[in-house]
Every structure is written in structure tokens, then in C-alpha cells.
């Protein structure tokens, strides 16, 4: 891979595009993160909680009743049993501890779905730090039971009636939070987007999941799986599954974005699959722009995969070949999280959803000797409401 991580670069895409108030408080992240990530100490800290806290390993769960529908054999890695319901705790512990050696005792935090909001909230509660979240008006309405669960564990949750109201306009006021503050706060980021460290940062603390997936999967088969396949917003539980494969090149990943109501712009948020190079909150990557060179609305679903952009080394391993890219619209997600609630009385997070809802695409290629992994990146309590509202 043509990778740079010292500079932040994948390929062409990455770097550090952000005010200049910002830059010293990057360089001082990068820096303490290099220190402690291979510190014996901070190592055996951080598998503590994700042993005894987050409930680490996760499953590897054989589901029969999607093998025997599409004639191969599918496991899912249950990341939504992990404490706070998703794999979003992964790379809030991690941060939040290197924020407290940092000596920062406030948390700042962006959420879209909910998840990486009740699991910031959850880890500065664990931790003794202050919490201020940003959740867009819209994702606030329809993800009501999140941002009451923020509220209880202690958060203060601030909502964002600019833009389209929705995730990407999260990030952007948590953004001026952090450059007014930045002396005393940390910026929790909870995708692998943002400027360097960022991509860096949570792309390893989110590799846990795909550590512990090729661990499991040669214990089960003796092999390792045909395809992994997992949903893409920003991209943490998708880079997170696919980092540990990437040099196996008989293992096929493919990233599932949300195709919402249709191709036209404005109707989807397949940043990778409809969008285009550009800048956005700090870093070069694919987002969704119009012929002005404008962010475009977006639209899905699933409040977590309701963002213009992607992260950056999803952006190179699209562009080089290494991912490939798909989406799936709203009622297929619907119907794929019937589908997983029927046969195996689990209910998927609606991000999820559009990963599971690709079996029915790929089927063409599959056999009876198919081994497939699909990342379960959350469960789907939060997304009720909706579901209720929507008829398929």
C-alpha cells in the first residue's frame, strides 16, 4: 500500500487541511498517540476495559438462517453486543484515555446515529471527564432514544439547527468548539475522517474487530473468508474489519454505502460511489459535491451513514482497486433488517442493515463453499421509531 501514515497520506488522499489554531494541538495529538500506542502500560490499560468493560472478544456468530437462504456460509461479527450496543466504544475508550494523559478534561464529540454520542458520553462517565456532544437536529428527532441516554450518563448535548441539520453539520460545530477551546479540550472524533491523526487513530483502535475476526474465522474454518463485507459512513467499523485483511488479496471487501431514495443528487450519501476528490473537514478524500464544487445535501435512513464524505483510506483503497463499492437503498435496508429479526431474533442497526441487504446482490457469486463475514456494527433499538414509521 502507498501509505504515509508519518504524514497522514494514503495514496493522494489524507493530510491535515485546518486552521492554523489547530495545527499545534495535531501535532501535540500525533505525537503523545505514537508515544503511548506501543506502551506496555497504556496497551494492558486499554485491554482491560475492552475485556472487562466493553465485553470484548465479541461473537463470531454462525448464522444458520442466512446460510441456508443464500446457500453458503455467513458469520457476523456481533460488534452490537459490545457495551453501548456498537463498536463505537472501540475507539471512544482508546481516546478518552489518551485524552486524560494528554491532561484534557473535556470531551467534545459529534454524533449522527446516536452511537458515538452515548458511548463518548459513556466513557467520559467512566472516566471522570466533562462531555459536550453535537447531534444535528434532524438525527436528534429521529434518534430520541440516544440522546436521552447522553443526557442520563451526564453529557451535555447540543443541538445543531445549521446545514442540513444532520451529521455533517455536527462535525462542523463541533469543529468551532474545539478551535475556541482547544487548550482544555479533546476532540473525540468517532469516524476515520478529519485531518491527521484522526484516520489514523481510529482505524487502530477499531482494528480490534478485525484482529479478533481473523482470529475466529481460522478457528472455525481453517481458512479465511471469501468476502468481508460492512457498511461505510465515514468508515470506523468498516475500515476496522477490513484493515487486518488487507494483504490477504484472495479476501474480498467490499463496502456498502447508503443508496437512500435514489442516484440523484441529494437522494443518496454514497460518498465513495457518487462522489468525487475534494476537501472536507480537514482532509482530502471522496464527498459529495455539486458542479460548483458545494457539499451536497444528503439523505438515508440511517442517521449513521448520513454524512457527504468518507474517510481517506477508504478513499485510496477505492480508488486503488482493493475495495470495492456498492450501496443499497432505504427499503432494501428495511427489508434486510426484517430479514435478520425473522431469522435469527436479532435486530440489526439500520446502518448495518445495508450490509446484510447486499447478500441478496451477491448472490450470483456465491456457492455452497461461499464463507462470508458481515460486520453486525450495531443493534438496532435505536432505530425503532423509525422502522415503525416505514412500511415495506
Same mark, same amino acid.
Given at each position: ?47 482491560y ?20 437462504k ?33 491532561? @484534557? ?7 449522527? =446515529? !446516536?452511537?458515538? $454520542? ?5 466513557v467520559? *462517565?467512566? &472516566? ?110 468498516s ?9 490477504? @488479496? ?7 454505502? =447508503? !443508496?437512500?431514495? $435514489? ?6 450519501? *454514497?460518498? &465513495? ?51 470495492k ?34 447478500l ?14 458481515i460486520n ?17
Open positions: 500500500m502507498e501509505y504515509s501514515e508519518v504524514l497522514g497520506k494514503f495514496g493522494s488522499f489524507g493530510g491535515r487541511f485546518v486552521p492554523e489554531t489547530l495545527m499545534d494541538n495535531l501535532m501535540e495529538l500525533e505525537k503523545e498517540y505514537l508515544l503511548l500506542k506501543d506502551d506496555p502500560e497504556f496497551k494492558e490499560e486499554m485491554k476495559y475492552l475485556n472487562d468493560y466493553v465485553g470484548r472478544p465479541t461473537p463470531l456468530y454462525f448464522s444458520g438462517g442466512l446460510s441456508r443464500y446457500n453458503c456460509r455467513i458469520y457476523l461479527k456481533r460488534e452490537d453486543l459490545c457495551h453501548t450496543g456498537a463498536h463505537k466504544i472501540n475507539n471512544c475508550i482508546g481516546q478518552a484515555l489518551l485524552a486524560k494523559k494528554m491532561g @484534557k478534561k473535556r470531551i467534545i464529540a459529534e454524533t449522527g =446515529a !446516536g452511537q458515538h $454520542g452515548v458511548a463518548a458520553a459513556t467520559c *462517565a467512566l &472516566l471522570g471527564l466533562d462531555c459536550v456532544v453535537y447531534m444535528g437536529a434532524v438525527d436528534y428527532k429521529r434518534q430520541a432514544v440516544n440522546q436521552q441516554k447522553m443526557r442520563i450518563l451526564g453529557a451535555e448535548v447540543r443541538i445543531v439547527t445549521s446545514g442540513t441539520k444532520t451529521l455533517k453539520d455536527a462535525v462542523n460545530e463541533a469543529v468551532r468548539d474545539w478551535v475556541t477551546n482547544v487548550s482544555c479540550s479533546h476532540y473525540l472524533l468517532g469516524s476515520a475522517v478529519g485531518p491527521h491523526p484522526y484516520p489514523m487513530i481510529v482505524r487502530d483502535f477499531q482494528s480490534v474487530i478485525g484482529r479478533e475476526t481473523r482470529r475466529q474465522i481460522l478457528f472455525r474454518e481453517h481458512r479465511l473468508p471469501d468476502f468481508l463485507i460492512a457498511c461505510v459512513g465515514g468508515g470506523s467499523n475500515i476496522g474489519l477490513f484493515y487486518p485483511f488487507l494483504n490477504d @488479496k484472495n479476501v474480498r471487501l467490499i463496502g456498502v454505502e =447508503a !443508496g437512500g431514495k $435514489g442516484d440523484s443528487p441529494g437522494e443518496n450519501a *454514497a460518498s &465513495l460511489g457518487a462522489g468525487r476528490p475534494g476537501i472536507l473537514h480537514g482532509a482530502y478524500s471522496y464527498i459529495l459535491l455539486d458542479a460548483d464544487g458545494r457539499i451536497l445535501p444528503t439523505h438515508s435512513i440511517s442517521a449513521g451513514l448520513d454524512y457527504p464524505g468518507v474517510g481517506p483510506e477508504l478513499s485510496y483503497l477505492m480508488f486503488s482497486g482493493r475495495l463499492v456498492e450501496r443499497i437503498r432505504d427499503e432494501e435496508a428495511l427489508k434486510a433488517f426484517h430479514l435478520l429479526s425473522s431469522l435469527e431474533g436479532i435486530l440489526p442497526a439500520l446502518e448495518s442493515s445495508h450490509a446484510l441487504a447486499y441478496e446482490k451477491l448472490t450470483p457469486l456465491l456457492n455452497s463453499n461461499s464463507l462470508i463475514v453486525l456494527s450495531g443493534r438496532g433499538d435505536k432505530d425503532l421509531d423509525i422502522i415503525n414509521n416505514r412500511r415495506i
